[in-house]
């Protein structure tokens, strides 16, 4: 998949194929809920899975009931269709 800097509209097209992502400054962010940490945690286990599979890697936070994202493309110093890509992966495998 490229890893070409998209330009703001391409990222707002982007953004509507993805539910509750939001773009700050170079990244692609959101928070998931979940009912305990136990959750949270096989969540964020199964994403890294698909992000080291994918060799991109997104920022993670998480504890008790939530699990938040972070997905830039450092060397491009932005976004890229790998990000959307991965936001989309991560969307699928939340339940």
Partial sequence: MA???LS???IETALKDL???KVEGVNLKKRFGFSNFAEALDFVNRAGAIAEERDHHPDILFGWGY????IT???TGG???NDFALAKKI???FI
């Fill in 73 to 75: 493309t450092h060397d």
């Fill in 8 to 10: 703001a509209a391409e």
């Fill in 91 to 93: 969307d699928e495998i």
């Fill in 19 to 21: 539910k509750d992502w």
């Fill in 79 to 81: 976004l890229t269709e």
């Fill in 3 to 5: 890893r070409k800097k």
């Fill in 67 to 70: 699990a938040e994202f972070s």
